[in-house]
């Protein structure tokens, strides 16, 4: 059997790996992506990943290009304030309540809510009109032989696929940056994270809300109206057995406290979704790059849900990574330009891995002198104007 010859292989169909695929494919690359699991692209499907997934401003440019955004913006719910609330007081009610508001920066919101199996449907749908992209779902990559030319990729089909390019999108344990032989470093938080999505009687207006008291935050992001009632995307993060406690109650007592934990303050609220529960680590790989490999998503970076940094940089590294392409095609993959790329996302996605920490364990505190110093800190970083700017465009990733 002869080998295919391809620009790029990208090993990994999640969000990251098919919107890499459509971005290069758009860029005139030729691109073979593939993923051992079919996506699931209905919520009620078996399988279909409830969490959402929220595009910040710097992504649209990315998607846009792709082709993706046009097909995404009608299911866009617009995320125009980002609200902290701390309710770490002695009764879980909201005692500081502070809006970031992205009017304060710009005319645009911070971003754009979607729902995962929702991404992954417009996704599928657009690699499919792109005549360079073969997407082969039900495979996965077996085995990864690379030269200075070249990568050599053997698919579990038996295919053979020499790539100029390989991109591994393949999760946090992926098994390409285990072969490349590039370590990991990773920080465990004996917390995991209960996804779902909710209707609520008071409307969201827009406004992205964090709720913190202790174990990690709950927080409530805007999805469109549900059957004309307000809805939700929720992530609740709390230590692990208390987790999967709540992710066994009965739906009426899971409700309940749902209520208790979102202090009230969008009425109660009904699930209407599953509930799906991920475990939280932070981790960074000392490289992002090996001999005409590039690692990009989970496989480079991952963090816990806080500030909707996750897929965001995962799409900087895309961006990043295209960028070097179209400037040099002709170098597509080579040392000088994965090099590049390292140098170029590698002490940016530290810093923010190390900063999603440090706002990840101050949101775990349960000891209350240690909540009080938390809101009181709150208190004072919205309170200058400056800071205030500065933090909100430091999230964003603007300069």
């Given at each position: 059997m002869h080998p295919q010859t391809t620009d790029i292989l990208i090993s990994g169909g999640g969000v990251a790996g098919l919107t890499a695929a459509a971005a290069f494919g758009a860029a005139g690359f030729s691109v073979v992506c593939v993923d051992p699991a079919p996506p699931v692209t209905e919520a009620a499907a078996e399988g279909a990943d409830m969490r959402t997934t929220a595009f910040l401003q710097p992504a649209r440019g990315v998607?846009?290009?792709?082709?993706?955004?046009?097909?995404?913006?009608p299911h866009a719910a617009a995320l125009r304030v980002m609200r902290i609330v701390d309710a770490g007081g002695d009764t879980p009610e909201p005692r500081i309540v502070k809006d970031f508001d992205a009017a304060e920066i710009g005319e645009e919101p911070f971003g754009w809510n979607f729902p995962n199996w929702l991404l992954r449907r417009e996704l599928v749908a657009r690699i499919a009109e792109l005549p360079n992209v073969d997407f082969r779902p039900g495979t996965a990559t077996r085995s990864v032989l690379t030269r200075e030319s070249e990568a050599r990729v053997t698919l579990s089909d038996g295919t053979l696929v020499v790539a100029r390019l390989l991109i591994a999108a393949d999760g946090r344990a992926s098994p390409v940056r285990a072969g490349a032989g590039i370590g990991v470093k990773t920080l465990r938080y004996g917390q995991k994270a209960l996804a779902f999505a909710v209707t609520h009687p008071i409307p969201h207006h827009n406004v992205s809300t964090e709720i913190h008291r202790t174990?990690?935050?709950?927080?409530?992001?805007?999805?469109?109206?549900r059957d004309t009632r307000p809805s939700s995307a929720v992530v609740w993060m709390d230590r692990g057995p208390e987790a999967e406690r709540l992710a066994a109650l009965p739906?009426?007592?899971?409700?309940?406290?749902?209520?208790?934990?979102?202090?009230?303050?969008?009425?109660?609220?009904?699930?209407?979704?599953?509930?799906?529960?991920?475990?939280?680590i932070a981790q960074i790989a000392d490289r992002f790059e090996a001999e005409r490999t590039a690692l990009i998503a989970e496989a480079a970076h991952v963090v816990p849900p806080i500030g909707a940094q996750g897929l965001n940089m995962s799409l900087a590294d895309l961006a990043c990574l295209l960028d070097l392409a179209r400037a040099a095609p002709d170098r597509l993959g080579d040392r000088a330009m994965l090099g590049a790329y390292h140098r170029r996302r590698w002490p940016e996605v530290k810093a923010r891995v190390m900063g999603i920490d440090l706002l990840n364990r101050t949101s775990m505190l349960s000891a209350p002198p240690l909540r009080d110093l938390?809101?009181?800190?709150?208190n004072a970083l919205y309170s200058l104007a400056p800071v205030r700017k500065t933090l909100m465009k430091a999230g964003l990733g603007m300069r």
């Open positions: 998607l846009a290009e792709a082709g993706l955004w046009q097909r995404l913006e174990g990690g935050p709950f927080t409530l992001v805007p999805l469109p109206d739906v009426p007592e899971f409700e309940a406290e749902m209520f208790i934990r979102s202090a009230g303050l969008f009425g109660p609220l009904t699930l209407v979704t599953r509930r799906s529960v991920w475990p939280m938390r809101a009181g800190a709150l």
